[in-house]
């Protein structure tokens, strides 16, 4: 069974550019979602996807949007940097049906440091 | 406001001296409390689930259990290996998905 994958493990950007992280999710998955881990702090929820769609967003900007594929997989875009936006992206699979089952499993992560 | 507040923030321990990391929450509607363990850099790798009050999972030297309030992790003689940031989590069904709300963390540091 294959695990949670991320890419790219590393990023370095600046201020103002855009940004894409990728995710696979676990074998037999159906969810993806993501979140950001500021240094010192717990992981905060960015958003939801189930089915390609969003369906659950946490409280981020619009410029943090995403889109999962019919394999699953799914991608974190993040417009227009700022500083504040340097942090590890985690991205966790689940499997959607009866919700005592939805543990979800997370990814190495994407550390994104912005200059 | 669904809220999940860890304690200790930091712990040093010894190598054998068992303790106890506390997870306190308030949360409408539990769908669930998770364990995760974190290593530095690292994603978080899921140790346990508890689902009603009263329930207790063992894993090796970890022990989580469950109130109506809160949850404690137990680590029984402590090694070394089992330094890292251990992260508690609560499942919140809200708009039609469950998503998890974390506390901040306890950094646990076993020392020979």
């Known amino acids: 069974e294959t695990g949670v994958t991320q890419s790219p493990t590393h990023l370095i950007k600046t201020r103002g550019q855009q940004v894409t992280l990728r995710c696979s999710s676990q074998?037999?998955?159906?969810?993806v979602s993501w979140y950001q881990q500021a240094l010192g702090q717990g992981p905060q929820f960015i958003f939801q996807?189930?089915?390609?769609?969003?369906?659950g967003r946490g409280n981020f900007p619009p410029r943090f949007s995403g889109l999962q594929f019919p394999n699953y997989s799914s991608e974190l875009n993040v417009n227009a940097l700022e500083l504040d936006d340097s942090a590890l992206y985690l991205c966790?699979?689940?499997?959607?049906?009866?919700?005592?089952?939805?543990?979800?499993?997370f990814g190495p992560g994407t550390r994104l440091l912005v200059l | 406001e669904d809220q999940v507040t860890q304690s200790p923030e930091a712990l040093r321990l010894q190598e054998g001296e068992s303790s106890s990391l506390n997870c306190s929450y308030t949360?409408?509607?539990?769908?669930?409390l998770f364990w995760y363990r974190q290593d530095p850099g690292k994603g978080p790798e899921f140790l346990f689930t508890?689902?009603?009050a009263g329930e207790e999972k063992e894993k090796e030297r970890l022990k989580a259990t469950l109130t109506k309030k809160e949850s404690f992790l137990h680590i029984t003689a402590p090694k070394p290996e089992d330094s890292a940031t251990y992260l508690c989590?609560?499942?919140?069904?809200?708009?039609?998905?469950?998503?998890?709300?974390f506390g901040a963390g306890t950094r646990l540091a076993v020392h020979p």
């Open positions: 966790a699979s689940s499997s959607r049906g009866n919700w005592a089952q939805e543990t979800q499993y």
């Open positions: 074998s037999g998955h159906n969810t």
């Open positions: 996807y189930y089915r390609e769609e969003e369906n």
């Open positions: 949360v409408s509607g539990l769908r669930g």
């Open positions: 508890l689902y009603s």
């Open positions: 989590a609560v499942q919140a069904f809200s708009g039609g998905y469950n998503k998890l709300i």
